[in-house]
């Protein structure tokens, strides 16, 4: 009996060392200056954008995880349920944002290449018309939200999918997410206020394709 009960004990050492060195989150660095996307996005957006919003994604994340893993070791399951909105929202906010930031660059804009640009053709019919959905399909988010090209893997082609809130794309839909548009007010206020076709419009001449 003492031997089953020191192998259940042993079987739980991994998991309460990984709940004792979990890695907390960090904000990534950008990739390029906040200056840089101008004049499409300018600096003062993508350093309050990147600096305080997804800082705050990401702190509010560690802080709700720290409270979950509390609650799992407690047995909490009311306590799990209840920090369950939090996890979704700072955890999409940080998802999201982190997928945000590479899927743009000084160096984008145009259209993509080879294989990307052959299924976008397949599933849309032209560039173009992919364009003018999934402007429509984000510029229809009602409040805040995300306007989204994820790839069904169970279908094997492309889709475009709008999520509110910072719901992630993937968690929600299962998509796999490609290329997300920001349409929270942050995200183009200070530059275009609430017109935000004029931002969507603008977005397009920095989309990174090669990281899509």
């Given amino acids: 009996r003492h031997q089953q009960a020191a192998g259940?004990?042993?079987a739980w050492l991994p998991v309460l060392g990984y709940l004792g060195s979990r890695q907390k989150h960090s904000l990534p660095d950008l990739p390029y200056d906040y200056g840089a996307l101008e004049?499409?996005?300018?600096a003062q957006i993508m350093q309050l954008h990147?600096?305080?919003h997804h800082a705050a994604y990401v702190?509010?994340?560690n802080v709700t995880e720290e409270k979950y893993q509390e609650a799992l070791a407690k047995g909490d399951v009311t306590a799990q349920i209840a920090l369950q909105p939090a996890l979704k929202f700072n955890g999409g906010g940080h998802i999201n944002h982190s997928i945000f930031w590479t899927n743009l660059s000084p160096n984008g804009g145009g259209e993509p290449k080879g294989e990307l640009l052959e299924a976008i053709k397949r599933d849309f019919g032209s560039f173009d018309k992919f364009k003018e959905k999934l402007t429509a399909a984000s510029v229809g988010v009602q409040?805040?939200?995300?306007?989204?090209l994820g790839f069904n893997k169970e279908r094997g082609h492309l889709q475009i999918?709008?999520?509110p809130n910072q719901d992630p794309l993937?968690?929600?839909t299962?998509?796999?997410p490609l290329l997300g548009i920001d349409v929270w007010e942050h995200a183009y206020y200070l530059q275009y206020k609430n017109v935000r076709p004029d931002y969507l419009k603008a977005i397009w001449n920095v989309i990174n394709w090669e990281n899509v």
């Fill in 174 to 176: 299962g998509l796999i």
């Fill in 170 to 172: 993937q968690g929600t």
């Fill in 39 to 42: 004049p499409h996005i300018n």
């Fill in 161 to 163: 999918a709008a999520c």
């Fill in 50 to 52: 990147h600096s305080k």
């Fill in 8 to 10: 259940r004990q042993a």
């Fill in 59 to 61: 702190n509010n994340l």
């Fill in 143 to 148: 409040g805040s939200g995300w306007g989204w």
